[in-house]
Each structure stands twice: as structure tokens, then as C-alpha cells.
């Protein structure tokens, strides 16, 4: 009974930021790794995480940990893949109407994994202290590195077009 | 572009409604009860046992051969030498890689050090593979010499030195096509987190 309660409120966590984690995982996403497996992986983790979550941090902050954490270290080491479920609707084609943001999706494979991680944060207005306390930086070091990420990433785009 | 500018049409995107339904989010929690990492963390506790069972067997196999033949031969005492340091060599490292991933604590811990210790004990895999497989390949050597006996010719030994050779330069140019290109993704993830590390 508790376990189904659980459940239940799981899901329904899982829907209200379900776009969070679709966006984090599509960022991630290689030929090695498809987005449907990194997205199962995501759930699988924040499910066993979640009877462990006692609110000490907002649910986003504690989102955007296991998510990335998933994301940056995902490992598989067998050749053989688990089945996973595929996703019905595509989000990929709502996302590609807009032209910034398609722009991005085609320049943030050229950076490194810790960079988009910090990509993300910024995007969805992460404060600093969040964006520190989720990656290991010193509120300083996000400062600087957030600036250079952004200049990079114009530098980049300015090559392109 | 701008990342400041994207802010907005970021924010857009996350406003629509949601695309998943429950049904699909059950069938990921019934599909596979183990993440990824679990799942490596259990491979390795399944080898600490294999290596644990085949080892004694083993060994006990070329005492009961020692036995039958009535006789103690130097033979066996060495492949059963060179097996024992081979299986100790193995289960050192499983339970190494094993009490390292049981470290990693995705629900806890920051991106850099998950990042970090994932990237380290990747490397820490390909090292072994070669390592494991270097060390295999003299000690099938040395069990078919032990299988020729001493009454064989000598060509045959020399036969089987050349063959040895041409394996392993084969194994070499596999290992370095399937694994050297991994190796090198690796180690730009390490000066990546390094310099991620280092305070500017």
C-alpha cells in the first residue's frame, strides 16, 4: 500500500518536470547513448532516491543533481542493452521550431560534459549558490567559468553562421 | 547567440504540458530495477564469487591429477602456481573496482566528484582489460607447454613461440583500435574535471 503511494507520488513528480529531465538528458545524448535509455536511467535513479528525499533542498535542485549526475557519469558496460521503454511523443520537433534554440542543441556537443551542466543551470536561472552547491565549484569558480562558457559559446556561433 | 537572450525561449520550452504519460513512467520502473551503475556494481560482486569458486576448484582439480598419476609432477605445482597468482591478481582487482563503485553515491554527491571518480574507474577498466589480457596470453602459453610434456619436439616449442607472438601483436592492434580511441575521450574527460577543479 505505501509502496503504491510512493508510486504514485513519484509519478506525479516525474510529470511536473518531466521537460526538465527530457531537456537535461537531450543534451547528453550521443550515438553511444540514445535519449530514451539516458531518460529510463534518470527515472531509475531519482526513483531510488526517492524515498531517501526528505526536502532538504528544493525538488528542483534535487533534480538537477541526480539528472546530471546520471547524465555526466552514465557507464554501460555490457555490450548488451537492457530493454528500454521508447518515449511516444516526440518532443524534439516542438523544440526545433525555435532557431536559438536548435542553434544550441547543434553547438553543445562541442563542449565538455561539466560545461553543459553548467549550460543548464544558467538556462533554467539557477542561482549561483545552487549552480555551487550541485556541481562542486566555489561560487567564484561558477562565475568564471559561466563567463567563459558564455564567450565560448558565442565565439562558437559566430564561426558557424 | 547570446545565452543571456536564450533565457527566455528556454524558459518557453519548459511550459507545455507534460509528454510523458504514468503508464510509461511504470513501464521504466518495471523494465529495468537497476540503474547502470547497479548494475556494474553487481557484475563485479558476481566476479569476487566466480573467482572465489573457480579457484579451489581449480586447484583442486590438478591435486586429484597429482593423485591419479600417482605422482607430484613440477608441472602442475607450476600451473598451479601461476593460476593462484593470476586468480589473486583478478580478485584483488574486482574487489578494488567493487568497493570503488559502492563509493559512488549519485543521490549525494556533486557532478565533479561523480564525474571524477566515473571517469577514473573507466580508465581504471581499460587498464585492467589489457593488463588482464597480457598476463593471459603467457599463461595459455605455459599451460599447452605443460600439456606438450618433455618428450616433444623442439620445433613444436618454437612453433608455438612464434604463434604466441603473431596473438598478441594481433590482440595489440585490436586492443589499440577498440580501446586506445577510448582512452584518449577519457583522458580529455580528466583535464576537463582538472581544469573545472583548478580555481581561476
Not at chain 2, 15 to 38: W, Y
Not at chain 2, 116 to 145: A, E, G, H, Q, W
Amino acid at each position: 500500500m505505501k509502496e503504491k503511494v510512493l508510486e504514485k507520488e513519484f509519478i506525479e513528480m516525474i510529470q511536473n518536470h518531466d521537460r526538465i529531465i527530457y531537456k537535461i538528458a537531450s543534451f547528453y545524448t550521443d550515438k553511444d547513448t540514445p535519449l530514451s535509455d539516458l531518460y529510463q536511467e534518470v527515472v531509475l535513479n531519482l526513483w531510488r532516491g526517492f524515498p531517501l528525499f526528505r526536502g532538504d533542498s528544493k525538488v528542483s535542485t534535487w533534480i538537477y543533481r541526480i539528472v546530471l549526475n546520471t547524465c555526466v557519469s552514465f557507464f554501460r558496460k555490457q555490450k548488451k542493452k537492457p530493454v528500454y521503454v521508447e518515449i511516444s511523443k516526440d518532443i524534439a520537433a516542438e523544440q526545433s521550431n525555435n532557431d536559438d534554440i536548435k542553434e544550441l542543441y547543434n553547438l553543445i556537443n562541442k563542449l565538455g560534459k561539466l560545461e553543459r551542466a553548467l549550460v543548464l543551470l544558467y538556462l533554467d536561472e539557477k542561482s549561483y549558490q545552487e549552480m555551487a552547491d550541485i556541481t562542486g565549484l566555489s561560487l567564484s569558480n561558477v562565475a568564471t567559468k559561466l563567463s567563459r562558457i558564455k564567450n565560448k559559446l558565442k565565439q562558437m556561433s559566430n564561426e558557424l553562421n | 547567440m547570446e545565452l543571456d537572450k536564450l533565457k527566455a525561449s528556454w524558459k518557453e520550452t519548459s511550459k507545455n504540458d507534460s509528454f510523458i504519460s504514468p503508464d510509461e513512467i511504470k513501464g521504466m520502473l518495471r523494465n529495468k530495477s537497476n540503474g547502470a551503475l547497479n548494475k556494474l556494481i553487481q557484475w563485479e560482486k558476481n566476479c569476487i564469487w566466480i573467482i572465489i569458486v573457480i579457484m579451489p576448484f581449480f586447484l583442486g582439480i590438478l591435486y586429484m591429477q597429482s593423485l591419479l598419476k600417482n605422482e607430484f609432477s613440477s608441472g602442475l605445482l607450476w600451473l598451479g602456481i601461476a593460476f593462484s597468482i593470476y586468480a589473486v591478481y583478478s580478485l584483488f582487482v574486482v574487489i578494488y573496482k567493487y568497493r570503488y563503485l559502492k563509493k559512488i553515491d549519485m543521490l549525494k554527491m556533486d557532478i565533479i566528484t561523480v564525474s571524477n571518480m566515473i571517469t577514473k574507474i573507466k580508465r581504471f577498466v581499460i587498464y585492467d582489460l589489457i593488463v588482464s589480457f597480457c598476463l593471459l596470453v603467457p599463461f595459455v602459453f605455459f599451460i599447452i607447454t605443460i600439456m606438450l610434456g618433455k618428450d616433444e619436439e623442439a620445433w613444436l616449442y618454437v612453433l608455438l613461440t612464434i604463434y604466441t607472438i603473431v596473438l598478441v601483436v594481433i590482440a595489440f592492434f585490436i586492443l589499440k583500435k577498440y580501446y586506445f580511441g577510448r582512452i584518449k575521450t577519457i583522458q580529455r574527460a580528466i583535464k576537463e574535471i582538472k581544469e573545472f577543479e583548478a580555481e581561476d
